[in-house]
């Protein structure tokens, strides 16, 4: 099994960037641009203008200091409009899914954001990379791993960055897990256990089948999957033991599962125990180590909010806002020609996994994970 992350000077590197920022510094200062030798900043057209989009991605993009809101693509023409008063963008830079291609000639368009169910990245991906233009695809990545592969092969051919919208790279909270996996100063995080759930009560994409992929664990097991490897250097699973719970509300879960638990266990014998639902709440994530543990007690994997204690004490970080900091990377790393720390392969991967977790909760079996 691989292991995916960046070099230690790299990754050390960013943390010290970003420990040295507060949210203030941040908003009015930038972070990577401030040492970046281009100047210029890239229009983002978000396609897909749902919650996401509404109430996180234009809202940071009114903050970020590499990227800037340049265009919208939908399916709703009177979204267009909407955003193009509220935004003051052109009007020739408001887009339909029937004349996405036509960004191709659009200058003031470098980087189109795909925000739709998961099952329609992987079209958007596409035509936007065949346009020319620089993608992030949302998370989940795709449905399945060879939809990954599509996407990813699309983005090469077209000599184009790929990154997915895994934003918790750029928390801070997140990043001092990441040191203290990579530095090992509370030894290796052998004990981990997360739980992830809402009470979801209508129906909606998320629970059907055909556009999610699944259900909780898609939707939101997929950061507990993500914060393990996290914890575990970058390592990836070796294998994973699944069990989906009795169904509450089975005409509305009809589809996709209301509840499930996994077990990932990583090469150097570490375990991951989690639980991810849509039929009671909870975000909440642990990791322990022979000389020190992490507890994620409140807002683990949300936007802002994370209630952090240590085996030394209390952690109490600067707010960032993710979703600019994520923004502003990708930009980063497009003017100065670095890869990006959120790449099409981590989708890739996470989706392997999570496809393993599925078939382990099918069979009863341990399934080893391929990646």
Not at 174 to 197: L, V
Request: glycine fraction near 10%.
């Amino acid at each position: 099994m691989g292991i995916i992350q960046c070099s230690d000077q790299s990754s050390r590197r960013h943390f010290l960037k970003w420990s040295g920022l507060t949210a203030a510094a941040f908003a009015t200062r930038g972070l990577y641009g401030q040492g970046s030798k281009n100047d210029r900043k890239l229009g983002v057209a978000l396609l897909g203008l749902g919650k996401y989009s509404s109430g996180q991605l234009g809202p940071a993009l009114r903050v970020t200091e590499r990227c800037y809101l340049a265009g919208v693509i939908t399916g709703h023409p009177e979204k267009g409009e909407q955003w193009a008063s509220q935004y003051n963008l052109k009007k020739q830079n408001i887009y339909t899914y029937d004349n996405l291609e036509k960004i191709a000639d659009n200058p003031d368009i470098d980087i189109v954001y795909v925000v739709t169910p998961p099952a329609l990245h992987p079209e958007f991906t596409i035509r936007a990379a065949k346009a020319g233009k620089h993608v992030i695809s949302e998370k989940p990545m795709a449905t399945s791993v060879a939809d990954c592969d599509k996407m990813i092969a699309a983005c090469k051919t077209a000599k184009v960055k790929l990154g997915v919208g895994y934003r918790i790279h750029y928390d801070l909270y997140h990043q001092e897990m990441m040191r203290h996996a990579r530095e090992q100063d509370f030894g290796p995080f052998m004990k981990m256990t997360g739980d992830r759930g809402f009470v979801f009560g209508s129906r909606a994409w998320r629970i059907d089948k055909k556009l999610a992929g699944g259900g909780p664990m898609m939707d939101l097991g997929i950061y507990i999957v993500h914060g393990a490897c996290m914890a575990a250097n970058g390592a990836v699973p070796v294998a994973v033991t699944a069990h989906e719970e009795p169904k509450t509300k089975p005409d509305l879960f009809n589809e996709v599962e209301e509840t499930i638990r996994w077990t990932m266990e990583f090469p150097n014998g570490s375990q991951c125990e989690a639980i991810t639902s849509f039929n009671h709440s909870a975000d909440v994530f642990r990791v322990e180590g022979s000389k020190g543990w992490m507890d994620f007690k409140q807002h683990a994997f949300t936007y802002h909010g994370i209630v952090c204690e240590t085996s030394r004490g209390p952690l109490n970080l600067n707010a960032v806002n993710q979703q600019a900091a994520q923004m502003d990377d990708f930009a980063d790393c497009i003017l100065n020609n670095r890869e990006t720390l959120v790449p099409g392969t981590l989708g890739r991967r996470d989706i392997a996994i999570i496809s393993s977790i599925y078939q382990a909760a099918a069979t009863g079996k341990r399934v080893t994970v391929e990646i």
